[in-house]
């Protein structure tokens, strides 16, 4: 019996070791999902959307009367709501038969015709609605829609059939077969989607027409899609509930260094003369850009074209023979930048963006592609083309790192003559500007704000920066309330030993500075962006503060690599996307230098794609510094990935690199806990990685956990949340914070998103 009771008190014991982690906790951080968050904060941003030049402009946001629709008028600088919302929503259920509430009004694909008049769709309908009248009128809207592949003059339709190329005079009705060299798999006036799923083993690619008329209707460019010896991935669905058996499904796309791809070849037609020129020396796979778009007087194209590697790029220009003109061209040893700075000039000149001296900066050439000046210049980043009034000859650019003493990121609008001087700041404030310039370039519209600081909304003058007006400020008023706390940045030294980098830190609204806690890093390494949020939007409808109102302290970290701070800076992901999380670990220890509240024996780290890539290798490279990761959709190995981005940062051909970074090779240094998570109907980044992986930890003999979403593509575990979401809080709350998870509970707020 002594024994028996003895028992009895062991098991009491070890079943209490763990806290019950409290429900209220949960239903915290799930007022922080995003699409509470979007109903909680009022006039969080204005996007506007400009009417007649820069005179007038509308924008949404949401009030606490619900969503507004405003009127600004920029010469009287007034903001008003645009109409009333009730009297619309009145109308609507009148016309619908369904309760239509002024603080939702369904107004999707809103256009405004001028200041009177509106149109949206709704209910598979085109409604419009008369403001002065008062007047609601709708059409079916299947009558109101544009026959597809219609030449600019109406009088020819481009169609498809049995893989080739038609057209059709829809004056006449006659039809000419414009292609014949057309079949299954070498496919004309097509194109390639990037999430295109093949049913079955047999089944048929969804048909995508494209088709590009030239100005004066003569004219088409288009696609050979050739898909001889391209290689497919799959996918199973097992999520039919009426099915036994699950739904094959595959797609086409190309990984890292194969040579089995889809091929896009460039052809154009002379509609009238019935000639094809197959512009076959312009073929490329399916995962290197080429923007080829016809010129105004319909006898060249331009575009840029990317050679596979993305070590050089050419800006072309084709002419109707097929032959084509370089007019300019970039290298580097490294990898261009992808997202190249572009305008084109109504007489044929061009501004183009380029890293060639350490920084993208913007070049002026002539339309025969002689370079006639830099346009920018110095230490820093421009980021982008806000607009070019040619009759003025101006130039207004958005960059970073120009302002000294502040955080390198954060982004200005500046001006500049077409002649290289009179450059001019037009956004004082030491914050990040995002911008809308009017179309007639005299103002423009500015929401400036830090992580730390709600949005401020403004125009301004183009002549000076000068406020014109306070449109409106984000109303944080309810977030208050909760006692929410802004997040703090901080800088640290990075893995190189003297370039300072940028980080943030977010605490719990009920933050005790005289407790310890634990830490969760958020990663998404880049290296074609820089994650840590710069604006207040970016930072509050995310998921950190959420995994904070947990209990921890979540932090965020733009390392070497990463982009936004010069080429030399960016270079440092380069054949080494592995070692991303380096500087991560280094800032972490570095702010437990600084704060004392933080447990730095505790240590998480989670991400999402190539997060997820980041959150697992971070375990195999710092075992001893993350003790628990969630890694969701993980692309756990770059030979198995989407090809452009690792053959851009990676290196192509494929080398050693990929092999000696691969989180399958590295499976046997697991120490800690990790969960790793995919969607089985993942188009972008294939589950097979994730299996992959799984199977080298098995065969390593390491203990982790899996997760699969059987109906899941790619966008899982997102800010507004779902059922993943909850997972990965309960992963961290077991085996960081040490607390028993409640069990088989969602609060409402999360409930409502799960699918």
Partial sequence: MKALITLFFIVISFSSSFAQFPKERYEQAAYYLTNNLEKEIYHLEVSPNWIKGGTLFWHVSQTENGKRYFLSDTKRQTTQEFF????????LTKQSGENV????????????????????EWRNMSWKYHIAKNELTFIPKDNIESVPGVSPDGQWRAFTKEHNLYVENLISGDVNQLSFAGKKDFEYASSFGWSDLIKGEGGVRPEMLYVSWSPDSKKILTNVIDLRIAEKMYLLDFSQDDK????????????????????????????????????????????????????????????????????????LEVGLDGTFKDLFSDEEDTFVNRDMLFYQFQNGDFIVSSEKSGWNHLYHYDKNGRLIRQLTNGDFVVSKIAGVQEENQLLFFEASGKENSRNPYFNHLYKVKLDGTGLALLTQEDAYHEISLAPDFSVFVDNYSKPNMSTISVLRSTKDGEILQEISKADISNLKKRNYKFPDPFTAIAKDGKTEIHGLYFIPSDFDPNQKYPVIDYTYT?????????TFKSSILNHPQQMAELGFVVVMVDGLGTAGRGKVFHNHSYRNLGDGTTDHVLAI??????????????????????????????MLLHPEFYKVAVSSAGDHDHRMEKAWWPEMFMGYPVEDFYHEQSNVT???????????????????VNPSASYKFAEALIKAGKDFDFFIWPSRNHNFGRAYGDYFTKKRWDYFIEHLMEEEPLRNYQPEALSKTNL
């Fill in 526 to 534: 880049g290296p074609h962006t820089a994650t840590t949020p710069k």
């Fill in 101 to 120: 509430s002024s603080a939702k009004l369904p107004l999707d694909k809103m256009k405004v015709k001028d200041n009177d008049l509106i149109e949206f």
């Fill in 244 to 315: 036994f058996r699950p739904d094959l499904y595959a797609y086409y796309r190309g990984s890292p260094g194969d040579t089995t791809v889809v091929q896009v070849i460039p052809v154009l037609f002379d509609v009238e003369h019935k000639k094809e020129v197959l512009l076959t020396s312009l073929k490329r796979p399916h995962f290197m850009s080429m923007n080829l778009s016809w010129q105004k007087d319909s006898k060249s194209l331009r575009g840029m074209y990317f050679e596979r590697g993305f070590k050089k790029v050419h800006f």
């Fill in 589 to 618: 220890k570095q702010l437990a230098e600084k704060v004392n509240f933080i447990d730095i024996n505790k240590v998480g780290i989670y991400g999402h794609s190539a997060g997820g890539y980041d959150a697992a290798r971070a």
């Fill in 84 to 91: 009333d919302h009730q009297k619309l929503a009145a109308l």
């Fill in 666 to 684: 590295n499976a046997h240094k697991l120490q800690g806990k990790l969960l790793i998570a995919h969607g089985a109907m993942d188009e972008n």
